[in-house]
């Protein structure tokens, strides 16, 4: 992580040091209470040369600048002792059992969502074009069933990915990720005594990229639950549709899959996202699918990757598929 700087605007006000304030402001990244500078260290050093301003290093996210990020009022993620705090994670808990799908929406306010749909504006030339054909089980095909069996049916997926180390520190979908009370809260929700963000520096934190015509075909996730926030919403398509609990492991799993890639399942269903809606999804037993993208508005959607063991990575074959290279 990029080293940050804190400066504080009473401690230079403090020690006679305005106008050695007024030269950072004038570098500063966010203006907030506290405010984080990522360069311009040399400089700085020399600015305040003989004068006793407030100045350390920090690794950490403040909690003031995640905060700014969210609908902190709708969602006090950060006062786990309040009464609306528990009434969200009771809230949260209920959706997925019984729909498999928590949806908090307008959980990023909208000038965040904006800040980051322009942030991932500025780097999605770079994104890796991921193609791939699967089954809904993620696996590639087994002639050991029969042609018509649905692990036989296969699934193209096509979208471009940003990975975790193109996004920068300073960016609020990086400064969200990072921030510990978020975390927290939806380790609370999924009743995990230990959470962790992914050690992986490619799959840690990702934004799925869906230009027009691309799309995303039915699968279950490797992972029992995954959280996403919708960035930017396309003009027609790019619908995320599932099956809740479609995955039983008995055989009756595999009539009922058949019948939803055959788009006859009667509980297929939308869930409507809208940006700044942030998912808490039970995809490991919901089938799932994004269809195709339609219009010149590029989707954008970010996954938080969590687990419940520390130092997790994805094998050099899978950051190879979904990244076009390994870390």
């Known amino acids: 992580m990029k080293d940050m700087i804190q400066v504080s605007r009473v401690a230079c006000q403090e020690k006679g040091?305005?106008?050695?304030?007024?030269?950072?402001?004038?570098?500063?990244?966010?203006?907030?209470?506290?405010?984080?500078?990522?360069?311009?260290?040399?400089?700085l050093e020399k600015a305040l040369q003989g004068h006793q301003a407030s100045v350390t290093y920090q690794g950490g996210i403040m909690e003031?600048?995640?905060l700014s990020l969210i609908d902190a009022d709708r969602y006090p993620v950060h006062l786990p002792e309040s009464t609306a705090y528990l009434t969200l994670i009771q809230q949260c808990r209920h959706d997925i059992k019984t729909y498999g799908a928590c949806r908090l929406p307008g959980f990023t306010t909208p000038d965040a969502t904006r800040r980051m749909a322009m942030e991932t504006d500025r780097v999605v030339h770079e994104a890796y074009p991921c193609r791939d054909t699967h089954n809904v089980y993620m696996e590639k095909d087994n002639d050991a069933f029969s042609e018509d069996h649905p692990r036989r049916r296969g699934q193209t997926s096509e979208l471009d990915v940003i990975a975790y180390d193109q996004i920068d520190p300073g960016d609020g979908l990086y400064i969200l990720y990072q921030w510990d009370d978020l975390l927290h809260f939806i380790a609370v929700v999924l009743e995990h005594a230990s959470y962790y963000r992914m050690a992986d520096p490619l799959a840690a934190l990702t934004v799925n990229v869906m230009h027009e015509g691309q799309n995303h075909g039915w699968h279950f996730d490797e992972a029992e639950v995954t959280t996403t926030l919708m960035i930017r919403k396309p003009e027609e398509g790019g619908v995320f549709e599932y099956v809740h609990n479609l995955r039983t492991d008995d055989r009756?799993?595999?009539?009922?899959?058949?019948?939803?890639?055959?788009?006859?399942?009667?509980?297929?269903?939308?869930?409507?996202?809208e940006p700044g809606t942030l998912l808490i999804f039970s995809g490991y037993y919901s089938m799932h699918r994004v269809t195709p993208v339609k219009g010149h508005v590029t989707r954008y959607v970010a996954t938080l990757c969590y687990k419940d063991q520390p130092n997790v990575y994805n094998s050099p074959e899978v950051q190879k598929l979904f990244y076009g290279r390994t870390a």
């Open 17 to 43: 040091a305005y106008a050695i304030f007024q030269y950072i402001e004038n570098i500063m990244v966010e203006k907030t209470t506290m405010f984080y500078i990522k360069a311009h260290v040399c400089n």
């Open 64 to 66: 003031t600048e995640a």
């Open 252 to 273: 009756n799993e595999y009539d009922q899959v058949n019948r939803a890639l055959n788009d006859k399942h009667p509980d297929i269903q939308a869930l409507e996202v």
